[in-house]
T-cell receptor, first 108, second 115 residues
Framework: KQEVTQIPAALSVPEGENLVLNCSFTDSAIYNLQWFRQDPGKGLTSLLLIQSSQREQTSGRLNASLDKSSGRSTLYIAASQPGDSATYLCAALGKLSFGAGTTVTVRA | GAGVSQSPSNKVTEKGKDVELRCDPISGHTALYWYRQRLGQGLEFLIYFQGNSAPDKSGLPSDRFSAERTGESVSTLTIQRTQQEDSAVYLC?????????????FGPGTRLLVL
């Protein structure tokens, strides 16, 4: 069974700092890895999808890398803003095994 | 076009009653997934439908849980004899291909509270 772990569980940074969120998974035979954000009381918003043949994906201030051999993915958020405060989830495989999330607080 | 929709958005029920949750996927999406998220916990996979294939029910927590899907359209998740531990947000997602090769698009969820 695929197990997904996210470190740290919570992160607080001043506005403008770069964010680094880590995700590790136990089964390297994944189809893809997807990063989501979840805002309180709302559903999930997909941020980036990295397919198994790719090493990274970028969208605006977001960059996600994937290293299947080491079972790791990292989400970078550049120049954080208060609006980036949310819980960030990573998920692996077609049925999506989710990590528990990293709750980010960006202080104005 | 319209995204994934779910109904009801909120449901409060008494312990022991049955509930039905509905999901309308994005038109043309062949894959449909159900997940749940209990308060303070991560997302938990429940069941997966892909076209006319037999569904993957490996995530259903007990035989009180069942789900159906009509073709490639609406799906209903039924919880019989609800228990307080069933209280959670139930999320539905759809994607256009199987095996996780495409992004999953999530609905807003149904918040279920069992008293």
């Amino acid at each position: 069974k695929q197990e997904v772990t996210q470190i740290p569980a919570a992160l607080s940074v001043p506005e403008g700092e770069n964010l680094v969120l880590n995700c590790s998974f136990t089964d390297s035979a994944i189809y893809n890895l997807q990063w989501f954000r979840q805002d309180p009381g709302k559903g999930l918003t997909s941020l980036l999808l990295i397919q198994s043949s790719q090493r990274e994906q970028t969208s605006g201030r977001l960059n996600a890398s994937l290293d299947k051999s080491s079972g790791r993915s990292t989400l970078y958020i550049a120049a954080s803003q208060p609006g980036d405060s949310a819980t960030y989830l990573c998920a692996a495989l077609g049925k999506l095994s989710f990590g528990a999330g990293t709750t980010v607080t960006v202080r104005a | 076009g319209a995204g994934v929709s779910q109904s009801p958005s909120n449901k409060v029920t008494e312990k022991g009653k049955d509930v039905e949750l509905r999901c309308d996927p994005i038109s043309g999406h062949t894959a449909l997934y159900w997940y749940r998220q209990r308060l303070g916990q991560g997302l938990e996979f429940l069941i997966y439908f892909q076209g006319n294939s037999a569904p993957d029910k490996s995530g259903l927590p007990s035989d009180r849980f069942s789900a159906e899907r009509t073709g490639e359209s609406v799906s209903t998740l039924t919880i019989q004899r609800t228990q307080q531990e069933d209280s959670a947000v139930y999320l539905c997602a759809s994607s256009s291909q199987s095996g996780g090769q495409e992004t999953q698009y999530f609905g807003p969820g149904t918040r279920l509270l069992v008293l």
